[in-house]
C-alpha cells in the first residue's frame, strides 16, 4: 500500500492557475495508475484525471480538457496537476489516488484503494 500526502491547494482568482502535488510513500509507487478526484461540498467525488503507471496513458474529464494536465515522475514518487484557467466551478477538495488502470472505460473511484487526504482548491469569480 502507498500513503499520500497532497499540497498545493488554495484561494485563487478565476482564470487563475494552481499547481497540486502528490507526495507517495512506498517502493512500488512507480507500479501504480495514479489519479486526481475532487468532490464539492454536496456531491460525489468525481474523477479530474488519471496517468498510467509509465505515464503513457492519461484520462481527462471533459469539464477539465485543455486546462488541467496530469503528470508523474517515478523517481521522485511525485505526481502533479497543473491546473490552469481556473473557473468557479472547479472549487473541491482535490485528492490524489492510487490505484489500478482503467483500461477501456473511464477511472472510477473504485478502481484506487489509497487516497491521500484532500487539500481544497477554492476559485473565487
Known amino acids: 500500500q502507498v500513503q499520500l500526502v497532497e499540497s498545493g491547494g488554495g484561494l485563487v482568482q478565476a482564470g487563475g492557475s494552481l499547481r497540486l502535488s502528490c507526495a507517495a510513500s512506498?517502493?512500488?509507487?512507480?507500479?501504480?495508475?495514479m489519479g486526481w478526484f475532487r468532490q464539492a461540498p454536496g456531491k460525489e467525488r468525481d474523477v479530474v484525471a488519471a496517468?498510467?503507471?509509465?505515464?503513457?496513458?492519461?484520462y481527462y474529464a471533459d469539464s477539465v480538457k485543455g486546462r488541467f494536465t496530469i503528470s508523474r515522475d517515478n523517481a521522485k514518487n511525485m505526481v502533479y496537476l497543473q491546473m490552469n484557467s481556473l473557473k468557479p466551478e472547479d472549487t473541491a477538495v482535490y485528492y490524489c489516488?492510487?490505484?489500478?488502470?482503467?483500461?477501456?472505460?473511464?477511472?472510477?473511484?473504485?478502481?484506487?484503494?489509497?487516497w491521500g487526504q484532500g487539500t481544497q482548491v477554492t476559485v473565487s469569480s
Open positions: 489516488a492510487a490505484g489500478s488502470f482503467w483500461g477501456s472505460r473511464s477511472p472510477h473511484s473504485t478502481d484506487f484503494r489509497s
Open positions: 512506498g517502493r512500488t509507487f512507480s507500479s501504480y495508475t
Open positions: 496517468i498510467s503507471w509509465s505515464g503513457g496513458n492519461t
